[in-house]
């Protein structure tokens, strides 16, 4: 069973930038979570779909952070405009729905702002 | 609201030996517990989890953790380490009676383990 896909896994901006990760969930797999993990921190919740509707983006920046899943399948995370502390692995994770806990992570997409 | 601690930054151990990685959780209602490991470019890697049942869970790669409740613990623990165990560990906890699957993580306890 192939895992969860992300791509790019380096990108190195300039501030001010955009940018766009990927992500392609296992296959099956409902539940859809993007994460920010600052070095020396765990992996905070950015957004969570369920299907192709948010759950929870409580903690997303949303006047610079944005996130679709529109057929429920893949999803895309996008920064714009990037700041300095936006340096960060990007991880998503899928589980096959809510009541089932496990999350299943992807490599991770290292992000550095410069 | 919910929180993990892993009190321990760094763990240091001889192969052989056996190790414990602490954990400990504060959640309103019933607790979820989880392990991840992440080896260095690479996303997290799930070890094991606690929903119920056996307080003595068991996972991957010989590792286990035991459930406390009213020490409010859920440490990581393997009877014998082997170098190639030597990775950053988190632990995670979600509070079970909530409507939204939502994942708190520790800061991470990096495990160093020595020949």
């Known amino acids: 069973e192939a895992g969860v896909a992300q791509s790019p896994r380096y990108k190195i901006i300039e501030k001010r930038q955009s940018v766009a990760f990927w992500c392609n969930p296992i296959s099956g797999h409902a539940t859809l979570y993007w994460y920010q993990q600052i070095l020396g921190q765990g992996p905070k919740l950015l957004i969570q779909?369920?299907?192709?509707?948010?759950?929870?983006d409580s903690q997303l920046p949303k006047d610079r952070f944005s996130a679709e899943r529109l057929k429920g399948v893949d999803s895309t995370l996008k920064i714009q405009p990037a700041k300095l502390e936006d340096s960060a692995v990007y991880l998503c994770a899928s589980s096959f729905n809510r009541v089932q806990e496990t999350q299943y992570f992807g490599p991770g997409t290292r992000l550095l702002v410069l | 609201a919910q929180s993990v601690a892993q009190p321990e930054d760094q763990v240091n151990v001889a192969e052989g030996n056996p190790l414990t990685v602490k954990c400990t959780y504060s959640v309103s209602g019933n607790p979820y517990l989880f392990w991840y490991v992440q080896y260095p470019n690479r996303g997290l890697q799930f070890l094991l989890k606690?929903?119920?049942?056996?307080?003595l869970v068991k996972g991957s790669y010989g590792f286990e953790a035991e459930f406390n409740k009213s020490q409010t613990s859920f440490h990581l623990k393997k009877p014998s380490a082997l170098v190639s165990d030597s990775a950053l560990y988190f632990c995670?906890?979600?509070?079970?009676?909530?409507?939204?699957?939502?994942?708190?993580f520790g800061t991470g306890t990096r495990l160093q383990v020595t020949l």
């Open positions: 779909f369920q299907n192709n509707g948010v759950v929870d």
């Open positions: 606690y929903i119920t049942g056996d307080n």
């Open positions: 995670a906890v979600r509070d079970g009676g909530g409507t939204a699957s939502k994942l708190t």
